[in-house]
């Protein structure tokens, strides 16, 4: 594949600590992108801010402003990313749906292009800029806008389970499963707006673990012991 948009988890960035930043973690992504950047894929990236804030985090905030919270931790996590991701010889640009200063870019999908043309790893950050949508939504926004072939889902958990593993032990992991079925059984691999939008417009996913060593250059490099996700 040429083009991707990876989902980062932002607790799985947090690693064992759940709040802020693992650099080790990170590192080890950014090592692993370095690769598959070297191989000549185009990147696009796309971070939770669940290791900041959430906008259900308290119910004594207005729900619009929760939200823009929460999208300012998804700017904070790119930021952080981006530069780990420099320290290890890559190229970044940040794009955000809003003026965000001199932080980022205003997001087009000319300049995105443009960013990937030229090699660098492009960071969506910011959502879709609107409140009540999720960067669930946001990364398959952004990867039908951007003609991504394929959105690469890295979780804490290693695929799609028909029950939550945590809790039950005898879950059933799924190799491959249709979008339909995750809708109609609400196995929530995104939230229920992301799915639609992925299956109204043909847009794969593939889930694999974040912690499981070279997890994304395996998976990309046809040796994927996730779940893939049909259209």
Request: include cysteine; hydrophobic fraction near 40%.
């Amino acid at each position: 594949m040429r083009r991707i948009l990876l989902k980062l988890s932002g607790e799985a960035l947090a690693g064992d600590k759940r709040f802020g930043f693992d650099e080790a973690t990170v590192r080890g992504v950014a090592l692993q992108i370095k690769q598959l950047v070297d191989d000549g894929m185009q990147i696009g990236i796309v971070i939770g801010g669940g290791n900041f804030w959430r906008g259900r985090s308290s119910e004594n905030i207005d729900r619009t402003k929760a939200d823009q919270i929460g999208m300012l931790a998804t700017i904070m996590n790119c930021i952080y990313v981006s530069e780990i991701f420099r320290s290890v010889g890559m190229k970044t640009n940040i794009l955000t749906p809003f003026e965000c200063g001199s932080f980022t870019k205003l997001f087009s999908k000319d300049r995105a292009n443009k960013y990937f043309e030229k090699g660098q790893v492009v960071f969506f950050a910011g959502g879709t800029g609107h409140p009540y949508f999720s960067t669930d939504t946001g990364v398959v926004l952004r990867a039908i806008e951007v003609d991504a072939e394929l959105i690469l889902l890295a979780k804490s958990i290693d695929g799609v389970y028909d029950a939550d593993p945590a809790k039950c032990p005898d879950a059933k992991k799924y190799d491959e499963v249709s979008i339909n079925e995750v809708i109609e059984k609400n196995l929530q691999v995104v939230d229920m707006t992301a799915s639609i939008l992925a299956r109204d417009n043909k847009m794969p996913m593939w889930v694999v673990g974040l912690n499981g060593e070279n997890s994304i250059v395996d998976a990309m490099r046809g040796e994927f012991h996730g779940t893939k996700v049909t259209v």
